[in-house]
C-alpha cells in the first residue's frame, strides 16, 4: 500500500533559554506520520518526547520555550508559519491530543457531556441541543454505559477508565486526521488499560486516524504501533518498523531499551528497562554521540562527533557510528 505523509516535522529544534542556561530538549528531529497508521516515540524520561508533541499543537510554554528551527508540514502547510487563531482552530479539529491523567484536562466544573459538546460548538457551529446530542452519541460510541445519564456528571464522579474514555470522546469528536496522545493509559490499571487501547484502535479503524503514541511501555508499542522513533537527550536515534527493530536494534541504546524483553514474549505488558547511568543533563549535553557516557562499545569517535541518522536496511534508519563503515 502507497504511504500518504499526513505530517513531516524536518529539523525540529524547540529549545528552553531558562536562567541556568539553553536546554536543547528537541534538538533536530525529523519524521513522518503516514495517514492512518500510528508512529510510537519511545525513550527514557526527558528524552524530549512531550516537548516533540507539543511543539506540533504550538504549545510550548514560552518563556521560556522557544521553537528555533525546523518545519512542521500538516496537510500540506507549516504549522510553524499559521496564527494563534489559526492554531485554535486546528487544535481539536484537525489534531487533537489525549494526555495522560484526564484530570488535569477535563474542567472539574463543567459537566462532561458539555465538555463534549463544546467541542461541536466550537469548532462545527452547532446549536447547544444538537451539540449535546451528538456528545451522548460520542460516550456511546466510547463505551460509556447509559450515555445520557453520565453526561450529566462531573468528572470527579467518573473512573479514571470512565474518564480517559471522556477525554477520548472529546478528542475524537470532531474526527482528527491527527491523534497525539501521549502516555494515554500510563495511569490505569492492565485491564482498563488493554480496554482503552483496543478501543483506539477500533476508533482509529473506523476513521483512518493517524496516532501519533507516546509511551513507556514497550508492549504498548508492539501492540499498537506500525513504526517507532527511539529518541535519546532530543535527538532521533533509531527509526523503522516495529517488527524490524523487536527483532533487530541497531542502536546500543535501542538494544538496551529492549535488552531484557524476551525476545518472543515482547507482546507482553512490559515498562521500559533501565540502562546504566542516568539521561545526561540536558544543560551540559555530552560532546560526540549524546548515548557514548553509557555506551558499552564507544570508540575515540563516539566522543569527538556526532553520528546523522542513515538509512541502513529496509526501513530503519540509525544514528550511530558503529554501524558505519570502516568504524
Ligand atoms: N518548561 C520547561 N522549562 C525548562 N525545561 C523544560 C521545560 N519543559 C521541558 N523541559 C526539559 O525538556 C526536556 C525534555 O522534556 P520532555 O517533557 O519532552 O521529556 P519526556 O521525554 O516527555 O519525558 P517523560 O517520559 O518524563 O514524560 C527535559 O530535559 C525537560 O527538563
Ligand atoms: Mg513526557
Known amino acids: 500500500m502507497e504511504q500518504q505523509p499526513l505530517l513531516k516535522v524536518t529539523n525540529l529544534k524547540t529549545h528552553f533559554f531558562t536562567d541556568d542556561g539553553v536546554v536543547p530538549a528537541v534538538d533536530g528531529v525529523s519524521f513522518t506520520v503516514n495517514v492512518g497508521e500510528t508512529l510510537a516515540i519511545v525513550g527514557e524520561s526527558g528524552s524530549g518526547k512531550s516537548v516533540t508533541s507539543t511543539s ?3 504549545l510550548v510554554p514560552s518563556p521560556p520555550g522557544r521553537i528555533i528551527d525546523g518545519s512542521i508540514i500538516f496537510e500540506d502547510t507549516d504549522l510553524l508559519g499559521k496564527t494563534e487563531d489559526e492554531m485554535q482552530r486546528i487544535r481539536g479539529d484537525r489534531i487533537s491530543m489525549i494526555f495522560q491523567e484526564p ?27 444538537e451539540a449535546m446530542q451528538r456528545a451522548v452519541r460520542m460516550l456511546e460510541r466510547v463505551g460509556i454505559p447509559s450515555p445520557e445519564k ?78 517507532v522513533i527511539v529518541m535519546y537527550a532530543g535527538k532521533v536515534v533509531e527509526e523503522g518498523d516495529v ?7 541497531l542502536h546500543p541504546y535501542t538494544r538496551g531499551l529492549l535488552g531484557s524483553i524476551p525476545r518472543l514474549d515482547w507482546r507482553r505488558r512490559t515498562i521500559l528497562p533501565s540502562i546504566e547511568g542516568v539521561v545526561p543533563n540536558p544543560l551540559e549535553f555530552p560532546t560526540g554521540c549524546r548515548f557514548n ?35
Open 103 to 129: 484530570m488535569t484536562s477535563l474542567n472539574p466544573v463543567h459537566r462532561v457531556g458539555e465538555q463534549i459538546a463544546e467541542a461541536y460548538r466550537l469548532h462545527r457551529g452547532m446549536d447547544k441541543h
Open 56 to 58: 506540533i499543537l504550538r
Open 293 to 327: 557516557p553509557r555506551c558499552p562499545d564507544a570508540g575515540a569517535k563516539c566522543r569527538e562527533s556526532e553520528p546523522a541518522l542513515k538509512e541502513m536496511t529496509g526501513s530503519q534508519k540509525v544514528a550511530c557510528w558503529l554501524m558505519e563503515r570502516g568504524c
Open 150 to 227: 453520565r453526561a450529566g456528571d462531573f468528572p470527579h464522579q467518573l473512573s479514571g477508565g470512565m474518564r480517559q474514555r471522556v477525554m477520548i470522546a472529546i478528542a475524537l469528536s470532531c474526527r482528527p486526521a491527527l491523534l497525539i496522545a501521549d502516555e494515554p493509559t500510563t495511569a490505569l490499571d492492565v485491564t482498563i488499560q488493554a480496554q482503552i487501547l483496543d478501543l483506539m484502535r477500533k476508533l482509529q479503524e473506523e476513521s483512518r486516524t493517524s496516532i501519533l503514541l507516546i509511551t513507556h511501555d514497550l508492549g504498548v508499542v508492539a501492540e499498537m504501533a506500525d513504526r
Open 243 to 249: 517488527a524490524a527493530i523487536f527483532k533487530n536494534p
